[in-house]
C-alpha cells in the first residue's frame, strides 16, 4: 500500500497538481486587492460585445496579438523611440524602475495568461505600451506631435484629431488597461520629478478628454491634482462622477449594499405636466450634478455620440467587478432610463438644454434603455440617487394627492352648500341660465364696438 501511494505521488500529473494547489497559499487578501484589470464576463460580454473588443490599439495582455490589432505594433516602437529622445536617461534606467514594481504590475490583471508571467516579455508589453499612451496623451495639447512628420499616420496633430474617437474608446475599455503605475514611473524618470509625476499625468488625461463626446464632460475648474487612479478607465470615472478615492488600493463601499434598485415610476414629462417639477441645466457636468430641491431636479447634459455606449458599459463593467467600487454610472443609467421613457421626454430635455446629440428624439429613449438592458445586472445600493429617486416619487404622490384632495374638497363643498337642499339647487341653475343669457346678450354689443 505504501509502494502504491509513492508510485501515485510520483506521477508528472499528480505532481503538478499538488505544486499548483499549494501556489493557492499565495491568493491572500493582498493578491485580489491588487487585481483593478479584469476579463468582462462572457454573460455580459455577449450582450453587445463590440463594447468592449478595441478597434485600433491592444493594451495590456488581454487582446495583445490579436491580427486585426497588429498594424499599431510597428508603431509602438516608435513612440517609445521618440519618448526616449527627449529622455536623457538609456532605457535600462525605465526598465529598472519597471521592474521594481513588476510584481504588483502583474497583480492587477485578472486571470493573467501564464505567458505573461516571463517577467522580460511582461516589462517589454509595459514599457511598449506605457510610451504609446504618453505620446498620445501628449500628442494634441502638449506640442509632442511636433516631434513626428506633419503626415506621419498616427502622431501628427492631424492624425490624432482624425482617430481621437476611436483611440479614446479603445483607452477606456476595462479589458484594454495598463496600470497607471508604468505611466507615472515613466513620467518620473523622464520629466526628473518623482512628486509630480501622478499630477502632471492627471493634466494630461483631462486636457485629452476635456473635449470628449461621451456621456460626461470634465471641467476646467475641476480640481486635479487630488485624483489617483488605478488606470485610465478608473482615473475617468473619478472625474466623471466626482468621487476621488484617495486610497485605491483599499477602496472601500461610499454606500451601504442593499437589496434596493432605482424604481422611479415617472419619466420627465410626466414629473413636469403632472406634478409641475420645474427642471434645468445643473451648473456640474458630472454625476454630483444630479439633484432635487425645492420642486426643481437640476440635470447635467446627457450626451449621446458615437463612443457613448462603449464608454457607459466599461464604466459600469468596472464598477460591477471591482471589490468596493460604487454603483454610480450604473444607477446614473437606471435613473436615466426611467426619465426617458417617450419621444415627449426627449424632446423636453432637450428644450431644457439637458441633451446634446444629433440623434432623433424617437431614439434617444430606445438607445438608453439598449444601454440599461446590456448592463447584464441590477445595481444594489443606497446612494444619492437612490435618495432622489425616492424624493421625486414622494413629491410626486404628495403633489398629485393636494390636487386631489383639493378638487374631492371643492366638490363636497359644492354639494354640501348646493346639492343638499333642492331649492338652493334650483337657485344655482336659474343663476347659471341667468348668467348665460346675459353672456349672449352682451356679445352683439362689444362685436359692434
Not at 170 to 186: A, F, H, K, S, W
Not at 361 to 389: C, H, S, T, W
Not at 412 to 421: D, E, G, R, W
Request: charged content about 25%.
Amino acid at each position: 500500500m505504501g509502494e502504491e501511494a509513492t508510485t501515485v505521488r510520483n506521477r508528472d500529473w499528480v505532481i503538478k497538481l499538488e505544486e499548483q494547489v499549494l501556489s493557492l497559499d499565495n491568493m491572500n487578501e493582498d493578491f485580489w486587492k491588487k487585481q483593478s484589470i479584469y476579463r468582462v464576463p462572457t454573460y455580459i460580454k455577449d450582450l453587445n460585445i463590440k463594447a468592449y473588443e478595441p478597434q485600433l490599439v491592444s493594451l495590456g495582455p488581454y487582446h495583445h496579438g490579436i491580427p486585426k490589432l497588429m498594424a499599431m505594433e510597428e508603431h509602438k516602437y516608435r513612440a517609445l523611440h521618440n519618448f526616449l529622445k527627449r529622455s536623457d536617461h538609456q532605457i535600462s534606467f525605465y526598465v529598472e524602475a519597471l521592474e521594481e514594481i513588476v510584481e504588483d504590475l502583474m497583480g492587477s490583471y485578472e486571470q493573467l495568461d501564464e505567458k505573461w508571467r516571463d517577467r522580460n516579455r511582461f516589462l517589454q508589453l509595459m514599457i511598449l505600451d506605457g510610451s504609446l499612451l504618453l505620446e498620445i496623451l501628449q500628442g494634441i495639447h502638449f506640442s509632442v506631435s511636433s516631434n513626428y512628420a506633419k503626415n506621419d499616420p498616427i502622431f501628427s496633430k492631424n492624425a490624432l484629431f482624425k482617430n481621437k474617437d476611436v483611440m479614446m474608446e479603445d483607452m477606456l475599455m476595462i479589458e484594454n488597461q495598463v496600470p497607471l503605475m508604468v505611466l507615472t514611473t515613466l513620467l518620473a524618470i523622464q520629466k526628473g520629478r518623482v512628486n509630480e509625476a501622478n499630477g502632471f499625468l492627471n493634466r494630461l488625461v483631462f486636457c485629452f478628454f476635456l473635449d470628449a463626446k461621451f456621456v460626461f464632460r470634465l471641467q476646467p475648474s475641476m480640481d486635479i491634482n487630488f485624483y489617483k487612479g488605478l488606470h485610465l478607465l478608473d482615473l475617468t470615472w473619478q472625474m466623471a462622477t466626482g468621487q476621488r478615492n484617495d486610497n485605491v488600493s483599499e477602496r472601500e463601499p461610499a454606500f451601504d449594499i442593499v437589496e434596493s434598485y432605482i424604481v422611479l415610476f415617472f419619466s420627465v414629462s410626466y414629473l413636469y405636466e403632472k406634478a409641475q417639477v420645474e427642471l434645468k441645466k445643473s451648473e456640474t457636468d458630472n454625476l454630483n450634478g444630479i439633484i432635487f430641491e425645492n420642486g426643481v431636479l437640476s440635470l447635467p447634459i446627457f450626451r449621446i455620440h458615437s463612443t457613448t455606449e462603449s464608454v457607459l458599459l466599461n464604466l459600469v463593467a468596472f464598477e460591477h467587478l471591482h471589490a468596493g467600487a460604487t454603483h454610480q454610472v450604473s444607477s446614473y443609467i437606471d435613473f436615466m432610463s426611467a426619465l426617458l421613457n417617450s419621444a415627449k421626454d426627449s424632446s423636453l430635455m432637450r428644450s431644457i438644454n439637458v441633451m446634446e446629440t444629433t440623434w432623433s428624439d424617437e431614439a434617444v429613449p430606445i438607445f438608453i434603455q439598449k444601454i440599461r438592458n446590456d448592463m447584464g445586472f441590477k445595481p444594489k445600493y443606497k446612494g444619492r440617487l437612490y435618495d432622489i429617486n425616492q424624493e421625486l416619487n414622494d413629491y410626486f404622490i404628495l403633489r398629485t394627492k393636494k390636487w386631489k384632495r383639493r378638487l374631492h374638497e371643492w366638490g363636497s363643498n359644492l354639494k354640501q352648500t348646493y346639492f343638499k337642499n333642492p331649492w338652493t339647487f334650483l337657485a344655482l341653475i336659474v343663476g347659471a341660465l341667468l348668467l348665460v343669457c346675459t353672456l349672449i346678450q352682451t356679445i352683439p354689443t362689444l362685436q359692434s364696438l
